[in-house]
């Protein structure tokens, strides 16, 4: 129990507790950093190129054969990469359905196209793994996989967010936060730009049909 000496003396009437400031200044800092995120997000996904690191570069990592798989062996094609893992319950599924879809509806332009999936979760991830599941969405998808330091290179590359969340006390009792954009790269392997991955397959398709020839 707290004796009279312990307690702290009252504010005058009328002054706003110490804590209740601090929790005012943070939440103002709080809106306009979400503001200028927004509208950095905003100008990054609307293409612009002008601010910022560039997007994409050379990478090195293992197709679904076990085989070495690098960003040459993408040259002379467009190409479309998502980065997500096997493992994701909703996000990752739809998104390659979508794409999958978007490029049925391409037509013959689909054949100037290569979809990649590159997974952040190479611990369980494995090519076996990528295999199967890639296989599931379309039978041209690229699925790859690595390192975990080959993954982390190329998704500093490509400005890539994720984290494991875990969900439990088990080795794989965890999920993965990620950032959700599809990437347009050049025949030349140079990034185009972005696509919105939760736009649907008719959008995909237009958005990919502006860039190719």
Request: glycine share 12%; hydrophobic share 35%; net charge neutral.
């Amino acid at each position: 129990m707290s004796t009279p000496t312990d307690r702290k003396p009252s504010r005058p009437s009328g002054t706003p507790p110490e804590g209740n400031g601090k929790f005012l200044l943070g939440m103002i800092g709080l809106f306009f950093g979400v503001l200028l995120l927004g509208a950095g997000a905003t100008m990054w996904l609307g293409g612009s190129s002008s601010m910022g690191p560039a997007i994409g570069g050379p990478f090195a990592l293992t197709d679904t054969g076990g085989k070495p798989f690098t960003d040459k062996d993408l040259r002379g094609s467009y190409a479309v990469l998502y980065f997500g893992y096997t493992f994701c319950p909703d996000v990752c599924p739809t998104t390659l359905n979508q794409l999958a879809e978007a490029l049925d509806r391409l037509g013959p332009k689909a054949k100037l196209v290569r979809p990649v999936f590159i997974t952040i979760d190479p611990r369980r991830d494995t090519p076996g793994v990528m295999k199967q599941y890639v296989q599931a969405f379309s039978p041209d998808l690229i699925g790859l996989t690595g390192t975990e330091a080959q993954i982390g290179s190329v998704a500093r590359e490509f400005r890539v967010y994720y984290a494991p969340h875990r969900t439990g006390d088990g080795p794989n009792d965890y999920t993965m936060d990620h950032s959700s954009v599809l990437y347009l790269i050049g025949p030349d392997g140079k990034f185009i730009a972005p696509l919105r991955a939760d736009a649907g397959a008719e959008q995909i398709a237009a958005d990919l049909s502006r860039h190719l020839p």
